[in-house]
């Protein structure tokens, strides 16, 4: 297949993603943070899409990352396995380092980070987490000041966080990625330069993969 028709089967795609979930481009693009006339090109076979922007298209149209990689050329299967390889990889080497130097929790792993996510899903169905969220994400943003380029993705949780149309479920799972950064319980303290959010950056990769799986969200009523 060639760079052309993928672009075009990847437009095909979400051209009717778009019209069955009533979205314009414009919309998509306000809710992703991509340049309109960006995704008019990607949409139009005229420039090619990339990972993270699938990833975005992928959580706000409500369907499987997957069909939009495969849409658009990439090999699913092999990019499923390098997302694992490369992101257990960085916390392998990046551990070693720190636990040389005594700055960094013994239970920095992907399954405690998976276990504390877990933890804060119902949590942050509460009236209590929801105010957490709501009361305390944008002075945490704030003491971030801007490092690291989860911070755009954050955001976009939250913006999703604060819609009124989002299932109980996904609101689960996006409020336990928020409750995350938001609350004191890094596995490697944020003074910690420059690996500090570290696990923060993780933790929203993995409820943003958690997310692209969902391909009917008004299915989820539980």
């Known amino acids: 297949m060639t760079h052309r028709s993928e672009g075009l089967e990847l437009g095909d795609t979400i051209k009717a993603l778009l019209k069955a979930r009533s979205i314009s481009m414009r919309k998509l693009g306000s809710l992703t943070g991509i340049d309109t006339a960006t995704i008019s090109r990607i949409v139009n076979g005229k420039q090619q899409a990339k990972p993270n922007q699938l990833q975005q298209f992928a959580v706000h149209l409500n369907v499987p990352l997957e069909s939009l990689f495969q849409a658009a050329g990439f090999d699913v299967g092999a990019r499923r396995e390098d997302w694992h390889t490369d992101i257990h990889a960085s916390i392998d080497s990046i551990q070693k380092v720190l636990l040389s130097s005594n ?7 992907m399954e405690h980070i998976k276990k504390e996510l877990s933890k804060y899903e119902q949590y942050a169905l509460t009236e209590e987490g929801r105010k957490i969220i ?4 944008h002075s945490k943003i704030d003491s971030v000041d801007g490092a690291g380029p989860f911070i755009d993705q954050l955001r976009d949780l939250y913006a999703l966080f604060c819609q009124d149309e989002i299932t109980v479920k996904k609101r689960a799972i996006v409020g336990s990625g928020l409750l995350y950064f938001i609350l004191s319980t890094d596995l490697v303290p944020d003074y910690v330069f420059p690996f500090g959010y570290l696990d923060d950056a993780i933790a929203v990769q993995l409820v943003l993969h958690r997310l692209s799986k969902f391909s009917d969200m008004k299915s989820v009523s539980e």
């Open 103 to 109: 700055l960094v929790d013994h239970r920095f792993t």
């Open 134 to 137: 709501v009361e305390g994400f």
